[in-house]
């Protein structure tokens, strides 16, 4: 007989699951751990992080890392997050943690988000807010024009959920999509590539994971080739982008707008020229957040748990 599961999840998170634990779990027994015991396994769900960041790590987070930290009969985490490139889960990968993530449970709600922006961009919704603080009349017919997004080219760094579904999105919008990816295929280029087609992107939108073949992707050299008066919008992760560079691109006008959910350091610096850039709109990477999150996350969670214990392949695992 095999004995108790011992999975360290948070109460909340253990009260959603409901049955679903025992479920997921065919009858074996399993008890719920709290931090400081030993684990088996382990949840990582949303109310773990809170308002924590990668890079300022609150209390009650740092509380629940360490807890991971000190389990050493550990053998699974599944994170809430689409990504794993907080430093926690590349210890435990060195330990022989098996990682898996949430990726795909938010990518809807970041694609409605990424569209937002782009279209705020287009349409001028800075400058046109801008106007409107300032209780100023300034028609776009008297400031200059905004092109038709019809037949303009969009270059998508990361072509998983999220990078699929914006686009299809700008495809029936009319533009050209062009995805860069971790392989090269024949409507795509990999990510060694991008070079190759930054000179004909209108529109660089970045949906990657961060990984050692992304960070630092786009770089001086990289936002030198984009047509002058490009616009990029980031929703992956800050470090794909080198934001002195881009600062710069912004300021030249070399690249005439952004919207940015992710930065090199969060939160965002007081201090950074970002907050304060007329052609520049700044998220607190929170393009990925919606009521329906929790929900998703849990029940790939759980679709997971099921498999661990029944031996099989588990689902978005972090190679």
């Known amino acids: 007989m095999k004995s108790p599961l011992r999975v360290l999840i948070t109460p909340s998170a253990a009260q959603q699951a409901g049955t679903g634990l025992a479920d997921a779990l065919g009858g074996r027994a399993h008890v719920v751990v709290n931090p400081g015991d030993d684990a088996d396994v382990a949840f990582v769900s949303r109310d773990v992080t809170g308002l924590s960041t990668k890079h300022q790590v609150l209390p009650h987070t740092q509380q629940f890392h360490d807890a991971l930290r000190s389990a050493p009969a550990l053998r699974w985490v599944h994170a809430h997050s689409s990504g794993a490139d907080r430093p926690v889960y590349g210890e435990l990968r060195t330990r022989g943690v098996e990682v898996t993530t949430s990726s795909g449970a938010n990518a809807g709600v970041v694609v409605q988000t990424a569209l937002a922006g782009v279209l705020m961009l287009a349409r001028c919704f800075p400058q046109l807010l801008a106007a409107q603080r300032e209780k100023t009349w300034v028609p776009l017919v008297g400031s200059g024009l905004p092109r038709d997004l019809a037949g303009q080219t969009a270059v998508i760094g990361g072509w998983g959920p999220i ?157």
């Open 163 to 319: 990078g699929q579904g914006l686009g299809a999105l700008l495809s029936a919008l009319g533009l050209r999509v062009i995805p860069v990816r971790s392989s090269t295929s024949a409507d795509s280029v990999c990510f060694e590539d991008i070079h190759t087609v930054l000179p004909r992107a209108d529109w660089l939108l970045l949906a990657c994971p961060l990984t050692d073949r992304t960070r630092g992707l786009i770089d001086a050299a990289a936002l030198a080739l984009l047509p002058h008066g490009a616009r990029l919008v980031n929703v992956s992760r800050g470090e794909v982008v080198d934001e002195p560079a881009l600062i710069a691109a912004l300021r030249s006008g070399a690249v005439s707008g952004a919207y940015l959910d992710v930065f090199a350091h969060e939160p965002l610096p007081a201090d950074s020229p970002l907050w304060d850039m007329p052609n520049v709109i700044v998220t607190p990477h929170t393009a990925g957040h919606s009521d329906g999150n929790e929900a998703r996350v849990a029940a790939l969670f759980l679709d997971n748990l099921k498999r661990w214990n029944e031996g099989r392949p588990l689902l978005n695992r972090v190679a």
